[in-house]
């Protein structure tokens, strides 16, 4: 096994790097490949040289780079047999996966932040580039600057990891922040953060928690061994978030987040969702603030383990795709190829309906005789143990009725258990509205 | 470049794996390969065998491992021309230098927790494992748990870091934290740390700062690209702190730990130095407890990273051992070896006296007009701005003088000038004792 030791950069051609993509992040990318130019050049063992930029339309700002690596024209691009390199940023599903399978079948490298293709598809992918011996590296796809794909996929790969939670949305992160700070409502909070350029035109994506979810099937992939894909993964958005739903997570000492909450049971099964959740005021996640990302690892040996860091953004998120780069780089002049993917373990994945968590229920009560006496025995016929339990009268509404708000905590409880109390409560008489729902974890 | 996908890792010869030493650390990774055989072979490809565990008497508890395993002749052992992997957890210079570099010399790769003899020679185990095409690697050398190696190795290789910061030695943590929460003196809190096996018998290595600079040294070089050694760093321990300091420190909204300090500068020189050092009560670190670790790094893409974890302890240091095994086993399977080391930049480092940082000073005076004014000239003369002043009474001392104790921070200002400023303060007559210095971090 010969290895180079501090080689002369110049004595050898250089890595023929290929680029989809010149956004936010892509600019960055071309930015730091063309300014640490030396720098890279010594840490790789040889220079890369960026070969060409496919991009939407010419008609755009070339970001200080030369016009003449601009094309239009990616199916040519990829299929370059000369290519080491190919680092793709457009994400989506087609016709992205094409262009990777592509550039892999001929010979090319892939580094990626594409967290929706590889949640779908990632076996295609990993299977390609293991059949031509190439790497796949996603660093960027999970959680902005913070190094946190590589520590599951190659630091704790002698341990068994019991559970992984966090916040990977900054723009969720960011909404239910300003809710909780401000006491805006969701529409005004979403208005803002898009003003702020925290949140797309389109906010779907993030509001509905799919990239959450993109990127929870991915740690859920390395952490357990397992394949995990994003239909796999419950997702549940932030949409129908209240700021009363605030307020009476701040009355019991809570907040709510967005959260990614990834779990192995004894028996060998794994659980992995993503949805609103209240953590106590005192958990470290609590305080994670804005557009950062912070992911908590449970594992067997190394105990609690907490990543904090940067979780989007051009910069951020360059620096993920720049050390995955020199890494795929590093590989290439050693003539050699990373570890590839690990999924043999094919722990099963356990339905939502079997999830066990704790819930705080409210909902908007007639305020008579006996309806608290009914409300807790729903709970008590489903199998669901109260923890805590407040009540407050409500102005009478318009008919002048009298009604009250019902707040109740329960203990550990299976979701199937749940979705029965909350059905049944909702076809009662005394219930106004509908039964507000949000689960608790680490409270 | 052949990769093998999910093989049969019976299909293969062993890995032959040999352990130097079997204490808190080595007992608990020698249990790990052993229980979890298969799931390590699934991840590596082949199986791992233990074929010889070399400690100093065989009089002892064989951790439920086979007894034939043990012996006494650690020379024997890294002479094996057999041997695929070494793992060292003895620690200290020799005899594990020169067993190391026997076993590198013989083709064995090398999995390592010893910082002192990174930190002091890791050029020779370096440049022999590069001649030989065969790895060290050592993520349980730094911050127990935590994976900090790797990323700053492998993941922020693409960016520039410009600052690593954060508690490395759970001792000095440990015993600072009790000193804050109880009010105990150095000493009652260091009893106290090894009643509970948080200290050594001999506790010199981590209340004076040989394992922190340790530490820092290794994370320097991996930061910086530049070789730094531990004699490199500036090293001042926590013996010297007082329960009055901590009280000086809580008045200013700081609290005192031991850190790791670790910056780059713009003209392109390195500062690395542990001491003690004030951080504003609100700062992350300020709430990291106990014998946990943590650590900032800041880099110019990525923008601030925080890592934090068990620091110490036999599972969690276990833990990134078996992620070591792990990998340098991937690597041995598919014939090749990691990237090695990157020290190309050799940016200078600067000495102690060029740092600059803020400082409090705290000093006993006489209660005389004319003190305060003469202490404040001799900041100025010194060039250091004062930032806060706080001068309060004492009770006279036996022979009926007045005194007072006059607490300054200051601006950020030079080491050498600060010094100055102490060297003239303790020449004056109306300082009483010595005069107490911290430096303030992040306040």
């Known amino acids: 096994m010969n290895r180079l030791e501090t080689p002369d950069p110049n004595a050898l051609p250089p890595l023929k790097v290929a680029m989809l993509g010149c956004g936010v992040v892509g600019s960055q990318v071309a930015r730091v490949i063309t300014e640490q130019a030396d720098d ?28 003449a690596l ?12 000369d290519l080491d390199i190919l680092v793709e940023l457009v994400g989506g599903i087609e016709p992205v996966r094409t262009l990777i399978l592509k550039a892999i079948e001929n010979g090319a490298s892939v580094v990626t932040a594409n967290k929706a293709l590889l949640a779908q598809d990632g076996e295609a992918l990993f299977s390609a580039s293991e059949q031509q011996g190439v790497d796949i590296y996603f660093e960027a796809a999970v959680a902005g600057a913070i190094p946190i794909v590589r520590p599951l996929r190659e630091s704790l790969v002698g341990d068994e990891i019991t559970a992984v939670m966090g916040i990977v949305n900054g723009t969720t992160n960011y909404i239910l922040d300003q809710m909780t700070t401000t006491g805006a ?12 350029g925290y949140a797309e035109a389109d906010p779907t994506a993030d509001v509905e928690g799919y990239d959450a979810a993109a990127k929870a099937a991915i740690l859920g992939t390395l952490a357990f061994h397992t394949r995990v894909r994003g239909a796999d993964v419950y997702r549940e958005g932030i949409t129908r978030i209240t700021a009363e739903d605030i307020q009476a997570a701040r009355k019991l000492g809570c907040v ?12 060998g099964e794994v659980s992995v969702r993503v949805h609103p959740a209240m953590v106590g005021a005192q958990h470290p996640l609590a305080s994670v603030g804005g557009a950062y990302n912070a992911i908590f690892v449970e594992s067997r040996e190394a105990g609690r383990l907490m990543f904090m860091g940067p979780g ?15 890494t795929v780089a590093r590989n290439r002049v050693r003539g050699v190829a990373g570890p590839g993917e690990s999924v043999y373990a094919k722990r099963p ?20 005789p006996g309806v608290l006496a009914a409300a807790a025995s729903v709970f008590a016929s489903h199998n669901v143990s109260v923890q805590t339990v407040d009540q407050v009268a409500k102005a009478a509404d ?46």
């Open 40 to 67: 890279l050049a010594s840490r790789i063992g040889r220079r890369l040289e960026l070969v060409g930029i496919a991009v939407r339309s010419l008609d755009r700002d070339f970001a200080g780079l030369d016009p």
């Open 70 to 81: 601009f094309t239009t024209d990616s199916e040519a691009l990829v299929a370059r047999g």
């Open 185 to 196: 409502d969701f529409d005004d909070a979403l208005a803002q953060a898009q003003e702020l």
């Open 256 to 267: 709510v987040k967005m959260l990614a909450i990834l779990k192995a049971t004894d028996s």
């Open 312 to 326: 989007a953004g051009g910069a951020p998120t360059a620096s993920a795709v720049m050390g995955d780069l020199v």
């Open 349 to 368: 994945i356990s339905p939502m309906s079997e999830v066990t968590t704790g819930y705080f229920v409210r909902v908007e009560v007639v305020d008579e």
């Open 398 to 443: 318009e008919s002048g009725v009298a009604t009250a708000v019902l707040a109740l905590s329960t203990h550990e409880a299976r979701e199937s258990d749940i979705q029965g109390v909350i059905t049944e409560l909702e076809s009662r008489p005394f219930i106004r509205g509908e039964v507000s729902v949000i689960r608790v974890e680490g409270r």
